[in-house]
Structures are given as structure tokens and as C-alpha cells.
């Protein structure tokens, strides 16, 4: 069982930066393809971001390419979302989750295995 917990989360103006982190348990980390999703009131939880085992290869959505980061640290079990030139439309419950399969990333939500707690993200105009 693996357990996620996220932090970084709060209310910014428009143009702002935030820096989400999601902390793992266990010594398995390195195994996971790790991704943020994020999921506004009536929306579906999309994939924001994602990042392969090693670090090596990320996806983006594109509404937040150049301006989000994801990155990980293998020897500290946590994975990171910088982001930054923040819009009102980013506002939403930022999820950390983990992909345990043999699979590169995907950008299915049930295709995740562990999920954390979310984190709001509200920016307001």
C-alpha cells in the first residue's frame, strides 16, 4: 500500500506561482509513474502533468505547457508541480497519484492506482 500526501496548495492572484508537493510512503516510489490531475466543480479529473520512473520523460496538457513544471526526487519519495503564470482557469483540486503498471505514462485517471487527498488551487482574477 502505497500512501500520498499533497501540500502547496492555496489561493493566488492571477499571474502568481505555486509549488505542490506530493510525499510518498514506502520504498517502492521509483516504480511509479507519477502524475498531477486536477478537477474543477462538474468537471472530470483531468491529467495535468506526468513524469516517468526515472525522470527522464514528462507529459503536459496543453494549457499548461510553459507554464507548469513536474519533476521528482527518487531519494526523497516526493514528486513536485511548479506552476507558474497562474490563470483563474487553473483554479481546481490538484490530486498526486501513482501508476504502479509496466506501462509509460497514461493519461487515464483509472488507470492509477493510488491517489492522494487533493489540494485546492483557487486563483483569483
Known amino acids: 500500500q502505497v500512501q500520498l500526501v499533497e501540500s502547496g496548495g492555496g489561493l493566488v492572484q492571477a499571474g502568481g506561482s505555486l509549488r505542490l508537493s506530493c510525499a510518498a510512503s514506502g520504498r517502492t516510489f521509483i516504480s511509479f509513474v507519477m502524475g498531477w490531475f486536477r478537477q474543477a466543480p462538474g468537471e472530470e479529473r483531468d491529467l495535468v502533468a506526468a513524469i516517468s520512473r526515472g525522470g527522464d520523460n514528462t507529459y503536459y496538457r496543453n494549457s499548461v505547457k510553459g507554464r507548469f513544471t513536474i519533476s521528482r526526487d527518487n531519494a526523497e519519495n516526493t514528486v513536485y508541480l511548479q506552476m507558474n503564470a497562474l490563470e483563474p482557469e487553473d483554479t481546481a483540486v490538484y490530486y498526486c497519484?501513482?501508476?504502479?503498471?509496466?506501462?509509460?505514462?497514461?493519461?487515464?485517471?483509472?488507470?492509477?492506482?493510488?491517489w492522494g487527498q487533493g489540494t485546492q488551487v483557487t486563483v483569483a482574477s
Open positions: 497519484a501513482a501508476d504502479r503498471s509496466l506501462y509509460t505514462i497514461r493519461v487515464n485517471p483509472d488507470d492509477y492506482d493510488y
